[in-house]
């Protein structure tokens, strides 16, 4: 992490992708480029292809080129890949291919994904006010492993005279894979309020039951001081629903986590205003190589007209700053700016109770712009006990 008054020079690979991507992009780099200026930092954006824009222009959804800029790159901001143009379940090249061959590619195993709603918007949320009182949950979710990674096979089912298909997807994972994500968890955890939800499906799965094992023994022998509950991916989704003030940190496989984030987006009242942050391991310099993405789709029926709500990749610029360049009070600057522009009642139609007021994706990233460039009361916030610093990224 740089000290005060340092000056960093960076470059980020910016992957705009399809759909709404180019439009939440060009927002997050445009508050990117305020706070590097307000900070004296220098930064360089270099854009490539991913998914169904790459697959249009070459076939390919992560083109060589791409891949190679991602890597050289301090730290990569990604849009959304896919669209109805590129969803045949039997095209062999899918847009989806490309981002996960790129976090495969760079070793990016750990997803976190903060969900943490804004009290102006609880009317957006479908939940009283009251039950998101204190709600702060941060999902770690495994990344490179499990189902979405393993072998995948369609044959003819010679049981069947009709010409019917036996489908395969096989599900992973190694007890060097799941120690590396609970330690990553656990830390995060030691830094906030000290709990930590292991969630899987042991009652079922033999991956689940390795995992509830590694989880036990890692916390065991080297986090003490974590509180570990099991929870089984049923009981956990009902838990967000009922209960979501009680989570603190839960950490989870690859497509448990995908579905359980979903589904936490609702509590923040739009999917659209989350981030997302995927890290590998630590590159150096303070630093962690890692991929930063709104968790949203790419929204093909909004795309091109204005309104798709920016905040999910400027909060992922945030954390880009955070983690990969370990910049922790340009980082805040940006999320108090997100957070002054939401209280004012700035906000794109997804989450605007007034929608005759809505604003449209240039509006809000024009707030967000003139907060970040300014210095509000007691800024730079001091690095307390920030996730940056626990993750070795400080």
């Known amino acids: 992490m740089s000290g005060a008054g340092d000056s960093v020079a960076a470059t980020i690979a910016t992957l705009p992708g399809d759909g709404v991507g180019p439009e939440v992009i060009a927002a997050a780099q445009a508050v990117l480029e305020a706070v590097a200026s307000r900070f004296g930092h220098s930064l360089i954006f270099r854009e490539a292809l991913i998914g169904g824009a790459a697959i249009d222009a070459t076939g390919n959804p992560l083109p060589n080129d791409t891949l190679a800029l991602c890597r050289e790159a301090d730290g990569v901001l990604l849009g959304a890949v896919g669209?109805?143009?590129?969803?045949?379940?039997?095209?062999?090249?899918?847009p989806e291919q490309g981002l996960l061959g790129l976090r495969h590619a760079l070793g990016l195993y750990a997803n976190l994904r903060p969900v943490v709603p804004h009290r102006s918007l609880a009317g957006a949320s479908p939940f009283r006010p009251e039950h998101l009182t204190n709600v702060d949950i941060?999902?770690?979710?495994?990344?490179?492993?499990?189902?979405?990674?393993?072998?995948?096979?369609l044959e003819r089912d010679p049981a069947d005279g009709r010409g019917g298909e036996i489908a395969t997807d096989v599900c992973t994972y190694t007890t060097a894979e799941i120690e590396r994500i609970v330690r990553v968890a656990a830390e995060l955890a030691l830094a906030r309020r000290g709990r930590l939800t292991s969630v899987d499906k042991a009652n079922v799965l033999e991956t689940s039951r390795l995992w509830r094992r590694t989880v036990t023994r890692i916390i065991g022998d080297e986090f003490p001081d974590v509180a570990v509950e099991h929870m089984l991916v049923d009981s956990c989704a009902m838990h967000l629903v009922q209960r979501p003030a009680e989570l603190d940190v839960l950490v989870t496989e690859n497509m448990f986590g995908d579905i359980l984030t979903d589904e936490a987006a609702v509590l923040a009242g739009?999917?659209?205003?989350?981030?997302?942050?995927?890290l590998g391991a630590p590159a150096g310099r303070g630093r962690r190589?890692?991929?930063?993405?709104?968790?949203?789709?790419?929204?093909?029926?909004?795309a091109g007209r204005g309104i798709a709500n920016p905040i999910g990749a400027i909060l992922s610029a945030a954390l880009l700053l955070r983690y990969s360049l370990g910049l922790e009070a340009e980082a805040r600057a940006i999320e108090r700016a997100v957070r002054l522009t939401v209280d004012e009642g700035v906000v794109t139609p997804d989450v605007s109770t007034d929608p005759a007021r809505a604003?449209?994706?240039?509006?809000?990233?024009?707030?967000?712009?003139?907060?970040?460039?300014?210095?509000?009361?007691?800024?730079?916030?001091?690095?307390?006990a920030s996730d940056s610093a626990v993750l070795g990224t400080a």
Not at 270 to 278: E, K, Q, Y
Not at 359 to 369: E, K, L, P, Q
Request: glycine letters at 14%; hydrophobic letters at 30%.
């Open 270 to 278: 739009s999917i659209g205003l989350l981030p997302s942050a995927s």
């Open 289 to 302: 190589s890692g991929l930063y993405e709104p968790i949203h789709g790419s929204a093909p029926t909004i």
């Open 359 to 384: 604003a449209s994706t240039g509006t809000v990233t024009g707030r967000v712009v003139w907060h970040a460039s300014t210095t509000g009361p007691g800024e730079p916030a001091p690095a307390t």
């Open 138 to 153: 941060l999902v770690v979710r495994e990344l490179t492993g499990g189902i979405y990674f393993g072998e995948k096979r």
């Open 83 to 94: 669209g109805p143009r590129w969803d045949s379940p039997t095209a062999p090249v899918r």
